[in-house]
């Protein structure tokens, strides 16, 4: 994930370069339930309105709690399906709060509602993310259900209005680009916290859907619009937060940007990116799926490491007997083509692997959806 604010207000206001705090443990996204009240086109885990078989009982779920609070995983990030239909969704998130963990949502936003509000800013989510994928009937499209713009909309204000942090999570594709400055617009007229702006990844009903991806100069003209919205809101004192993630690029880009428009701060950008390290997938970012198979991360649904109910999640992550994870664990990763040409791996850290093992069958080619030109690759 690269937090494009975070970055900008280093462009206006420099801090000094720290040495580099490694996460404790990694991120662990959790696909609670595979149950969903909605059939998204882009869906990664094509989720459905069903029951699915063997899914993860509660006592079974914070047993794995257990593990993951003794590796150290700082922050647990509920989703689905959707997580709200999950029985003890609740009960789950009280006790996760009560060990400790930083604990995000995310949801639809359809079903949060006057009935249940109490109850989720009871828990105190550090953050709700909702997923919209434009305004009114494109959001509907896409989410293939009449008036789920509305209803979303609706539950992120819920949440504002609660005082929890609340955000919108936006992927782009060619079908959705013409409603995004709209989406921007949207933060303003509805006093959002949070901008998360995803880029097509092939995993699930995505993958199916990937000749919707957005054309690379339309996903750069995206970014110039995102790059300048954050640059005015960080002027104006808004205090918002705008990410982008699954294109680690964006982050490659973004420095060229800063080299046009504030050259004397590309140095000091470039040393802060490096920081980052890019693509985190196997490493500081985990996915468990509904079943208990663990992934490196939330697009791999194809690729198991191993399962929770027999073998520990904090034994399973550092096994690296897997080419894949001992691949993404390794530092340069053994990135070919384009992607092991590239002058700024130790920025981007070969983007998104999944979209190259879909289209090469090679989880080390380079990365179909880079956008970079060649000139923009090189020293």
């Known amino acids: 994930m690269f937090r494009l604010s975070q970055y900008m207000r280093e462009v206006l206001q420099p801090t000094p ?6 996460p404790s443990g990694p991120v662990v996204i959790w696909n609670l339930i595979r149950r969903c009240n909605l ?12 029951d699915f078989p063997g899914e993860l009982t509660t006592p079974e779920i914070y047993q794995v709690m257990d593990d993951l609070k003794g590796f150290k995983v700082p922050v647990l990030i509920l989703s689905g399906g959707e ?11 009280q006790h996760a709060k009560e060990m400790g963990f930083y604990l995000a949502l995310s949801s639809n936003g359809t079903l949060i509602t006057e009935k249940n509000i109490k109850q989720i800013a009871d828990i105190n989510y550090q953050y709700v993310g909702v997923s919209l ?19 979303s909309v609706k539950g992120i204000g819920l949440c504002r209005d609660n005082g929890i942090k609340a955000g919108i999570r936006y992927t782009l594709t060619k079908d959705n680009v013409h409603d995004f400055p709209a989406m921007l617009k949207l933060m303003d007229d509805e006093n959002i916290d949070k901008f998360y702006l995803s880029h097509l990844n092939y995993g699930g009903r995505g993958n199916k859907n990937r000749k919707s991806d957005a054309e690379f100069q339309m996903t750069r003209d995206v970014m110039d619009q995102l790059f300048e919205q954050c640059l005015q809101w960080e002027k104006q004192g808004e205090e918002r937060e705008i990410v982008t993630g699954n294109n680690d690029a964006d982050a490659v880009y973004f420095l060229h940007w800063v080299k046009r428009n504030f050259p004397d701060s590309a140095k000091h950008i ?3 990116l490096q920081q980052w390290g890019g693509n985190a997938s196997g490493v500081n970012v985990a996915n468990i799926d509904n079943l208990g198979n663990v992934h490196p991360d939330t697009f791999w649904w ?10 520990a999640f904090s034994e399973i992550w550092q096994d690296i007997s897997d080419p894949l994870m001992a691949g993404l664990k390794q530092s340069p990763r053994p990135l070919q083509g384009r992607c092991g040409d590239c002058h700024y791996q130790a920025i981007c850290n070969g983007n998104t692997r999944v979209r190259a093992q879909q289209i090469f069958d090679n989880p080390w080619a380079e990365d179909p959806g880079c956008y970079l030109d060649a000139s923009e690759i090189v020293k």
């Open 270 to 272: 470039q040393a802060k």
């Open 39 to 50: 059939t998204c086109k882009h869906c990664y885990t094509t989720s459905a309105d069903i």
């Open 302 to 311: 194809n690729h198991n490491l191993g399962n929770v109910k027999d073998r």
């Open 133 to 151: 994928d434009g305004i009114g009937e494109t959001h509907d499209k896409f989410r293939q259900k009449k008036g789920s713009f509305s209803d």
């Open 17 to 22: 370069i720290k040495p580099i705090r490694k």
């Open 83 to 93: 997580p709200l239909l999950h029985p003890d969704i609740f009960e789950i998130s």
